[in-house]
């Protein structure tokens, strides 16, 4: 018998906030039963389930486990531009000259994520 995992759940500020700029970014949709103030917000996308709980805590150090995006339908550099917009901010750019490497960014909250080149991107470098 397997475990699966059920959904990466991350502590915040507030729950709905951080759930509605996830759904945001991944094309998902904050569970019809969480309202805003409500204590937790599940974000349901495709390929991932996120869990936003609130708590009284702030985050005070670099995540040890982060997500990595990859995007399916623009380019990485376009993605970028699309989440900063969407309120992310910048971390740390890895990018190099021959189109390899990846952006570091961070959500309303500092938890910190990575944009990858797309797939397309991959393909066409090799």
């Known amino acids: 018998m397997t475990t699966l995992v059920r959904h990466l759940t991350f502590d915040c500020s507030d729950a709905y906030r951080q759930g509605t700029f996830w759904a945001e970014v991944l094309g998902g949709k904050v569970s019809d039963d969480d309202i805003p103030g409500d204590p937790e ?46 309120g992310a901010k910048l971390v740390e750019d890895h990018r190099v000259p021959d189109g390899r490497g990846w952006v570091t960014l961070s959500d309303p909250e500092g938890n910190e994520f990575c944009i990858e080149r797309s797939r397309g991107e991959r393909d066409a470098a090799n």
């Open 41 to 86: 917000a599940l974000v349901e996308a495709e390929g991932i389930t996120l869990l936003f709980v609130t708590v009284p805590e702030t985050k005070t150090v670099k995540n040890r486990v982060h997500v990595d995006l990859q995007p399916q339908d623009r380019t990485r550099d376009e993605e970028v531009e699309r989440v900063l917009e969407l």
